[in-house]
T-cell receptor, first 114, second 115 residues
Framework: DTAVSQTPKYLVTQMGNDKSIKCEQN?????MYWYKQDSKKFLKIMFS???????INETVPNRFSPKSPDKAHLNLHINSLELGDSAVYFC?????????????FGPGTRLTVT | AQSVAQPEDQVNVAEGNPLTVKCTYS??????LFWYVQYPNRGLQFLLK??????LVKGSYGFEAEFNKSQTSFHLKKPSALVSDSALYFC?????????????FGTGTRLTIIP
């Protein structure tokens, strides 16, 4: 009965590869997010979708492409992986664009690029 | 632009003592304020929030926070620390402005409770 789930939990890959991370929420929320947490634990928003519509697109290389097939799923595809992409990626969800409420986070996907 | 400052990277407190984790914020208008906790190898968990109303907000695990508009602060407190409170704590802010959907997080404070 996990609220926000991500797969895979760990991802080790070589530079130049393409990889995807999947996220699903069963909370009935209408908004989903991708965050990147770097090695110093700094957390930064990357993207946000509301009812499958992109509403936040921070300054992120266009190698990163989010896709939301429905409001319960938000996937992140990364092309041509670089060493600097190594981080923990968190998916989160909230209701009503999170305007008055909290966000619920997934367990994270630790991406290591070698 | 909105921002959050957590001035202490690390806070150490003896078990049973009161704890405070500091947070100050900057927004153009009125803020929504949040505290999250992150345990090792886990995602962030919501602790408490200030939206409007009473300046003292109570949350999970006995934590509370006080909104102080004049000092633009939202410090996290607990009267008696437990070893299990040891974790990374994040303060976050969002301006009460429709059209601004972004939550900005502080850099985190590592809280260590010493037995």
């Amino acid at each position: 009965d996990t609220a926000v789930s991500q797969t895979p939990k760990y991802l080790v890959t070589q530079m130049g590869n393409d990889k995807s991370i999947k996220c699903e929420q069963n909370l009935g929320h209408d908004t989903m997010y991708w965050y990147k947490q770097d090695s110093k634990k700094f957390l930064k928003i990357m993207f946000s979708y509301n009812n499958k519509e992109l509403i936040i697109n921070e300054t992120v290389p266009n190698r990163f492409s989010p896709k939301s097939p429905d409001k319960a799923h938000l996937n992140l595809h990364i092309n041509s992986l670089e060493l600097g992409d190594s981080a923990v990626y968190f998916c989160a969800s909230s209701q009503d664009l999170g305007r008055r409420g909290e966000q619920y986070f997934g367990p994270g996907t630790r991406l290591t690029v070698t | 632009a909105q921002s959050v400052a957590q001035p202490e990277d690390q806070v150490n407190v003896a078990e049973g003592n009161p704890l405070t984790v500091k947070c100050t914020y900057s927004v153009s208008g009125n803020p929504y304020l949040f505290w999250y906790v992150q345990y090792p190898n886990r995602g962030l968990q919501f602790l408490l929030k200030y939206i409007t109303g009473d300046n003292l907000v109570k949350g999970s695990y006995g934590f509370e926070a006080e909104f102080n508009k004049s000092q633009t602060s939202f410090h996290l407190k607990k009267p008696s620390a437990l070893v299990s409170d040891s974790a990374l704590y994040f303060c976050a802010v969002r301006e009460q402005n429709f059209g601004n959907e972004k939550l900005t997080f502080g850099t985190g404070t590592r809280l260590t409770i010493i037995p």
